[in-house]
Nanobody
């Protein structure tokens, strides 16, 4: 019923940019908080960014502030993550997820539906 599909990942050189997309079906995403998470090999999954469904509040991981931008297009039922000035340490599988509540959370357990992930590799 609820489905999220990420796209836009790939291989990019340090300093480059990528835009990730999270397309939703089976529900209207503007009612719920949508988070972007990433997981690198041998690392825990971490919250990268989140946009709330009630007041539009936006949150970012400290290490990506000033480089990443989250936005939503309600007409397309899609959330985006624009990633600029990419660094090798940004390399990970990136996932979007829908919270069980309108408000954002940094905790994986607060998000009930997940996409399949898209690989981002930053390397020269």
């Amino acid at each position: 019923q609820v489905q999220l599909v990420e796209s836009g990942g790939g291989l990019v050189q340090p300093g480059g940019s990528l835009r990730l997309s999270c397309a939703a079906s089976g529900f209207v995403l503007d009612n719920w908080a949508i988070g972007w998470f990433r997981q690198a090999p041998w690392k825990q999954r971490e919250a990268v960014s989140c946009i709330s469904g009630n007041d539009g509040s936006i949150y970012y991981l400290d290490s990506v502030k000033g480089r990443f931008n989250i936005s939503r297009d309600n007409a397309k039922n899609t959330v985006y993550l624009q990633m600029n000035s990419l660094k090798p340490e940004d390399t990970a599988v990136y996932y979007c997820a829908t919270s069980n509540w309108p408000s954002c959370s940094r905790y994986v357990g607060s998000f009930g539906s997940w996409g399949q992930g898209t690989q981002v590799t930053v390397s020269s």
